[in-house]
């Protein structure tokens, strides 16, 4: 059994920002379960071979939304062990395949973090609804 060892995706959002998905326990449970289990392939079978930064985005941005967390580039980059370059190229890619929308803060910055769109959590739901992951 793997050790969970994963730094957290993100910090709580402030007022304002993303709200909480009504998520399901079960399917919550789901996504961590296949996060943890996706960022430690590399490390369990010694090769970068089987790392999906797409895949591990996702599942990081799905479990952000549904608690609230603030999903910014750097937290995202360390919980998916990314370089920050490797991390927001895959972001991009997201977005430009309506998964994902960058989120500006405050003082304009245009990318300060990252969000699942509404398709995203949708077909997020819809996978991890037919996924059994034995304990």
Not at 32 to 38: E, G, I, N
Not at 56 to 74: C, G, K, Q
Not at 79 to 87: D, F, G, T
Request: avoid cysteine; glycine fraction near 6%; charge should be positive.
């Amino acid at each position: 059994m793997l050790e969970d060892k994963t730094p957290p995706i993100g910090r709580e959002v402030g007022k304002g920002r993303s709200s909480v998905e009504e998520v399901p326990a079960a399917l919550k449970n789901k996504a961590l379960a296949l996060h943890r289990t996706s960022v430690g392939l590399p490390k369990i079978f010694k090769t970068q071979s089987l790392a999906n930064p797409s895949w591990t985005i996702l599942l990081s941005l799905f479990i952000a939304r549904s608690e609230a967390l603030d999903a910014r580039l750097p937290a995202l980059s360390v919980a998916n062990h990314l370089s920050q370059p490797v991390a927001e190229t895959t972001i991009d890619g997201l977005a430009a395949a309506g998964l994902a929308v960058w989120l500006p803060d405050a003082r304009g910055n245009a990318r300060a973090a990252v969000q699942i769109t509404e398709t995203g959590m949708d077909h997020m739901r819809r996978f991890l609804e037919t996924v059994s992951i034995a304990a």
